[in-house]
């Protein structure tokens, strides 16, 4: 009875579009229409920043020919656009923690066994200054990395490294600007902590600025191998 009234009250919504679920059929995730609209990023993508491309003979992204990266390798699990833009909106700003289920359950379905493949030691979120993560009440990429964590029984290390600063909003920053807003943002806390391979987790991939200034802070302290998983990614270029 408590089910079907909270059911009834807080109805479950769509991931994508936000409206009412059929509750008889859904528990979590997209409605039906949106399922067939959202766009994952599967192949043809960069091999190394996991963007979707347009050329099945191009292995890389025009920015990652011509840009070094301090993560081996990234993927991404939706193409960011659409009602996914909308999605990832309302899961950092309107407290959609719930989310952090169906972005689970894709990068399993869509990476599943890529992540096993890389043997980590560890999962990683990139992780909020302390005040903005205090009045926002949770790191959108720490949830998922949790329950990512949960779910496929990898240890979660969620403070191992911190920003030091608070930094500009990134939107509409060009890559230049975006790495000297984030130059000496972050460090390393986990001081003894031997660990070889980590996965690195955020939301968005856009330049892969923020990917790139974690991951070299974990590779300073000794990591040997950084890899990258971002829910949402952006279309690249290929030439």
Known sequence: MKRIISALLYPARCVACDNVLDYSRYKIGFCKKCYKKVKYAIEPVCRKCGKVID???????????????????????????????????RFKYSNRRCYKYTFSRDILWVHGRWIQSLNVDGIVPVPMYRKKQKIRGYNQAELIADQLSKEIKIPLYNNIVYRTRKTIPMKGLSDTQRQKNLKNAFNFSGKGLQLKRVLLIDDIYTTGATLDSVAKVLRDAGVKEVYGLCMCVGKGYSS
């Open 55 to 89: 050329d099945y003979n191009k292995e890389f992204c025009l920015d990652c020919q011509n840009k070094k990266h301090y993560f081996i390798q990234s993927k991404g699990v939706y193409v960011y656009e659409g009602n996914m833009k909308q999605s990832m909106y």
